[in-house]
């Protein structure tokens, strides 16, 4: 009987337990059998691999994180390598299924070499991964986003103040775009196209003296800011750019009387329960993959161009940074 090893690679995120039960389900069909490896690389060198039944990934569906657990670690030299090929040897492993971002592409592409069959399901809250239109876990980061801003207005609104709200997905901006679009943000600030200082404050100025006297600004975490704004502000570079850029609006419009507040959204938006678009991608990329190796079509990452499931070979533009498209940039513009 053919054998599937399937692990989650790198961050963990919301949707890769519906890929894992999708997983089990389609491969018990295809007389598969599929073994889970708990915690990445680290669990299947440590020899914690597990069958999964049908009854192993029941009632998962709606649960964030992985019930395998996740690692960053990935083999890289050649004898942690040798390592995993011998693993794969000793417990008859036809094709990994590796489930992951940036990290576990490298890793796909780094076993390739040494000639291991895999097939990589996309899955990162990032959604900056080129070969497809999304990853698992996008669509859960982007809601809790919009959950955030929903909430950070009212409150932002009864006492007039700026609200910055510091969102995860650098330096790709699909999460901070995607997010205050989709949460109204009044400004996004993200890697992709640094801090316009000038066109921020005027922003605000003119909601201001327009009689809005709040305003929420989305930015992304690891901004790179000039080294100008921390001394302006007389701050450290240790200090988080969205708070250097909040000393900042409040230095340069006195005039205003600018008050503002902080919220790093974190954790939060890696958490929780998948939304169902991740749900639905990751059960469709999932059954995809089962196909493939059903037909021994290995060293392909499945990915998703707009509702079609695509199949692509391995290649090292894999690791290329899908930085969010300039259409949706635009369009969060319109509405600051
Ligand atoms: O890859 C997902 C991600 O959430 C990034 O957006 C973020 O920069 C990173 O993980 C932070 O992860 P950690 O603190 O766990 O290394």
Redesign the pocket.
Known sequence: MRRIAILCV??D?PGLNAAIRATVVKSNMEDLEVVGVKDGFEGLLRDQLDVLTRNSVSGILHRGGTILGTS?YIPESDEEVNKVVEKVKQYSITCLLILG???GTRAALRLMKANVPSILIPA???N?LPFTDFSI?FFT?VSHVTDALDMLHSTAEAHHRVMIVET???PSGW?ATVGGLAGGADYVITNAEGFKAEDLLAKIRSRYEGHKRFSIVVVE??LKLDQKFYEEVGVTQETPPAKVIGMYIQKALKDINIEWRYTSLG?L??GGSPVSMDRIIATMMATRAVEMVKAARVYHAVGMRGFTVTEVPYSESMLNLKIVDEYLRNLAKLFY
Request: net charge neutral; hydrophobic share 25%; with cysteine.
């Open positions: 790198g961050n995120c960053l971002g940036r990290i990162t809250i990032d900056d876990g980061a995860m997905g650098r999460i975490d690891g954790y938006q890696r």
